[in-house]
């Protein structure tokens, strides 16, 4: 009876107490089952790397500031003053604060930047050509600019879209030349351009001529002269190479048609600026006839280019040759002025 009894004490004590408490370390939310499993309690994540770093400042914009005495002035506005003044970085990274009362206009300045030696310098004003061809480098939208070259030919260029660029040009003198109009003349180009990395651009293009001839308008024949190319520039805005390929077109009437391809033409050009306003120029032809390699033709050049805000003048030399030596005893000079309007 006596281990009866304690049995029994035993079992009405239990039921008394109700069920056992959960351990202290387990949390109701582990406690909590799906199926019979219990599930994991949450983890808190941690902050991300963003949210622990500030956003960066935007760059100060870089403007032109016209003041009231005529004067223009180019860097960057630290900051814009309530009373309608102005913080503005020169160049060598001098602090001036402009009053309001000196400032005529502030203008946003887009062909300026920032070198890597902290200088500041404008875009070359002809940058997206080297002599006469191309590079892969596109205009930007809207804008032109004009070119004389050697005192004859006149082109014009205007960017389309960032990527599509049109040219158009002419010889004007040779326009007048008797028996008019016999001496009609006119280029028509396009090139579409667009960047592949930071250092590397490719660019497809076509370039016609309508050379001068006994009539501009058939039925007496339209004499016309053509190239298609295409491009690749390696390298920045300051210092660049383009290898180009041609395929050139003489087309006096339809049965020449079959002269496209025969002969190719390579280039290899190069652009090197040295300072704000110098850059070295080459540009190098070759000409190469596929029944006759053997009868090649090259046309070499280098130029000083010399440029301001807008204006780009290029001076130097070229050497026309074939395979039996010069065709030119002496280089030939050469002259060539560009003035962009954006």
Known sequence: MTLISIVVALTLAQAEAGPPAAPPSESPVAAAVD????????????????????DA???????RVLLKDGQSLNGRMLERLANGGLVLELGNQVRLDLPP???????????????????????????????????????????????????AASTVNWGVTDWLAVQVGAAVPFWF??????????????KVAAPITSHVHLAAGVLMLWLPGVSPLPPR?????????????????????????????ILANPTMLAEFFKAPIFTLSG????????????????????PQPESYGLVNSLALRIMGDKLA????????????GMLIPIPAPWLNFTYNFF
């Open 57 to 63: 400042p935007a760059p100060a914009p870089f403007v």
């Open 221 to 249: 024949g339209v004499p016309m002269a053509g190239l298609g190319f295409g491009s690749v520039t390696y390298g920045d805005r300051d210092k660049h190479v383009t290898l180009s390929v041609g395929l050139p077109l």
């Open 101 to 151: 009362e000196a400032v005529e206009r502030i203008d946003l300045d887009t062909r300026s930047y920032r070198t890597g030696g902290g200088e500041t310098w404008s875009l070359d004003p002809n940058r997206t050509r080297y002599l006469f061809g191309p590079s892969a480098m596109p205009l930007k939208k809207d804008e032109v600019y004009f070119s004389q070259i050697e005192l």
């Open 313 to 324: 003048t290029d001076v130097g030399f070229v050497i026309v040759s074939e395979s039996h």
């Open 177 to 190: 030349f008797p028996p008019l109009p016999s001496g009609f003349n006119l280029l028509l180009g396009g």
């Open 35 to 54: 199926g019979g499993v219990a599930a994991p309690a949450p983890v808190a994540a941690p902050p991300s790397a963003a949210a622990l770093v500030p």
């Open 271 to 290: 652009n090197y600026r040295l300072s704000r306003s110098l850059a070295l120029v080459t540009e190098n032809w070759l000409y190469m006839p596929i």
